[in-house]
T-cell receptor, first 116, second 113 residues
Framework: DTGVSQNPRHKITKRGQNVTFRCDPI?????LYWYRQTLGQGPEFLTY????????KSRLLSDRFSAERPKGSFSTLEIQRTEQGDSAMYLC??????????????FGEGSRLTVL | DAKTTQPPSMDCAEGRAANLPCNHS???????VYWYRQIHSQGPQYIIH???NNETNEMASLIITEDRKSSTLILPHATLRDTAVYYC??????????????FGTGTQLKVEL
C-alpha cells in the first residue's frame, strides 16, 4: 500500500505526558498537512509543510505542539504536557505542490489520542 | 474561502440515488467546489471537484447550478458502504497558502436496506 501512513493508530496517555505521532506521506508528494478532528466535527487545519519548510501554522497549534519534517519526507507531531482537551483524532494528509495537482489531498487513517 | 451550508443528515435506500445538496452563495469566480467523504474511523477521501461544468467520475457526479451558488453530489446507486459524512468545500484550486481544506460539519449520509 503506497498511501499515507500514520503511527501509532491509537495512543492512550496520562495528562502531562508527551506524545509523538509520525506520518509517512505518499513518496512523491512534497506537501504534508496535519489536521485535528474532535467528535462530531470536521477536521481542523493545524499546519502544513512544503518539503521541509513549515509554511503555515494555525492558531490552534499552541506552544505545546510542534511539528517537524526534517528531510522533507516523513513528519512528526509532538504534543508536550498533554491535556484532556488534546484528546482527538490527528490526521495527516499529503499532496503535490500547486500547479502539479488538481488540489486533492490524500489522508491517512489518523492517530487517535486519548488523554486520561 | 467561501462558506458552505449542508444539511446535517440524510437517509437513502440502498440502490437508489443519493443526492447531497450544498449551498455556497458567496463563491467567487476562481473557487472550485470539492467533495470529500469520511467513513467512520477513517481519514477523509477525495470524491470529485468542479468549477462550473458538471463533472462525473467513477464515484459520483457533481452538478453545479448555472449561477454557481449551489451544487449537488449524486451517488447514482448508493450502497451500504457509502454511509459516511460528506463534506462540501469551496476553495481556490491553486492557493498561495497551500492546498489546505477548510472542513465544515458535513452531511451524515446513512444508506439503509
Amino acid at each position: 500500500d503506497t498511501g499515507v501512513s500514520q503511527n501509532p493508530r491509537h495512543k492512550i496517555t496520562k495528562r502531562g505526558q508527551n506524545v509523538t505521532f509520525r506520518c509517512d506521506p505518499i513518496s512523491e508528494h512534497n506537501r504534508l498537512y496535519w489536521y485535528r478532528q474532535t467528535l462530531g466535527q470536521g477536521p481542523e487545519f493545524l499546519t502544513y509543510f512544503q518539503n521541509e519548510a513549515q509554511l503555515e501554522k494555525s492558531r490552534l497549534l499552541s506552544d505545546r505542539f510542534s511539528a517537524e519534517r526534517p528531510k522533507g519526507s516523513f513528519s512528526t507531531l509532538e504534543i508536550q504536557r498533554t491535556e484532556q482537551g488534546d484528546s482527538a483524532m490527528y490526521l495527516c494528509a499529503s499532496s503535490l505542490r500547486s500547479g502539479q495537482t488538481t488540489g486533492e489531498l490524500f489522508f491517512g487513517e489518523g492517530s487517535r489520542l486519548t488523554v486520561l | 474561502d467561501a462558506k458552505t451550508t449542508q444539511p446535517p443528515s440524510m437517509d437513502c435506500a440502498e440502490g437508489r440515488a443519493a443526492n447531497l445538496p450544498c449551498n455556497h452563495s458567496t463563491i467567487s469566480g476562481n473557487e472550485y467546489v470539492y467533495w470529500y467523504r469520511q467513513i467512520h474511523s477513517q481519514g477523509p477521501q477525495y470524491i470529485i471537484h468542479g468549477l462550473k461544468n458538471n463533472e462525473t467520475n467513477e464515484m459520483a457526479s457533481l452538478i453545479i447550478t448555472e449561477d454557481r451558488k449551489s451544487s449537488t453530489l449524486i451517488l447514482p446507486h448508493a450502497t451500504l458502504r457509502d454511509t459516511a459524512v460528506y463534506y462540501c468545500i469551496v476553495r481556490e484550486r491553486h492557493t498561495g497558502g497551500g492546498n489546505k481544506l477548510t472542513f465544515g460539519t458535513g452531511t451524515q449520509l446513512k444508506v439503509e436496506l
